[in-house]
């Protein structure tokens, strides 16, 4: 049982370790950890570019993506762009590309401190289990639906 509680508190460290290596970003720029979250986000992920889409993939609460986009749109990080039907599509603006090029440094530094001294065998074997284990809470959290 021991290794699940070491695997649980990883993934937390994993949390803490990443919005504390963000942080200094998100005070310069005046941002909140979900607010850089979201502009990270659709800077990783362009295709999905709805409210609805980072509130799904992301796992974030709906109401906190809703208030963190109008406070991006007030403040000039991203724009709203109707798509068809009531999609509202969202694009990062010049000033909300410039934290991307910021934030993806500080990705990749997250990226190296976490992965430092694991070989690219052990590396493999961690995506497969990962892969494993995703699909086995997929389908179990699809189940409680």
Known sequence: MQSAIEIL??????????????????????????????????????????????????????????????ALCRRGFLEKQPGRKRNVHLRLTKEGQSVVERGHLVQAEFVRVMFEGVSSEEFADLMNSQEKISKNLKAAYEGME
């Not at 290596?21 to 005070?27: D, I, N, S, V």
């Open 9 to 70: 508190m990883a993934s937390r460290y994993r949390k803490k370790v990443y919005e504390k290596m963000m942080g200094g970003l998100c005070r310069k720029y005046r941002l909140t950890v979900r607010e850089m979250d979201i502009i990270m986000f659709l800077a990783n992920y362009p295709d999905f570019d709805t409210a609805r889409d980072i509130a799904e993939i992301g796992m974030f609460p709906k109401s906190h993506v809703s208030i963190a986009i109008e």
